[in-house]
Nanobody
């Protein structure tokens, strides 16, 4: 059973930085997709960043140049480094994983996932 445990959310002023972490356990598949999604109150969930097992990454236009997704395979940990945060980045952030995934990173950004983390609140104040 795949499990994803997130950490690293919090409150920060606009312009600040936060890093989210997502520790994955329960699978050792060589092909996978992983991503970060967010949902603000009253809004639909949106893909923020995604990565696949060939190392490709994809980002939503709203976060390009500010957010970086990375994976530490040795630690089975997915990260989302968020810099130059804006008030509109305020949302609940979720990591997601899909084993046996062969999608491109761009496809993975808008895909459905079977495994999700518990969510981390990110609040950016002006």
């Amino acid at each position: 059973q795949v499990q994803l445990v997130e950490s690293g959310g919090g409150s920060v002023q606009a312009g600040g930085s936060l890093r989210l972490s997502c520790v994955a356990s329960g699978y050792t598949h060589s092909s996978y997709c992983m991503g970060w999604f967010r949902q603000a109150p009253g809004k639909e969930r949106e893909g923020v960043a995604a990565s696949n097992s060939d190392g490709s990454t994809s980002y939503a236009d709203s976060v390009k140049g500010r957010f970086t997704i990375s994976l530490d395979n040795a630690k089975n940990t997915l990260y989302l480094q968020m810099n130059s945060l804006k008030t509109e980045d305020t949302a609940m952030y979720y990591c997601a994983a899909e084993p046996w995934c062969t999608m491109t990173a761009t496809q993975a950004l808008g895909a459905e996932y079977n495994y999700w983390g518990q969510g981390s609140q990110v609040t950016v104040s002006s």
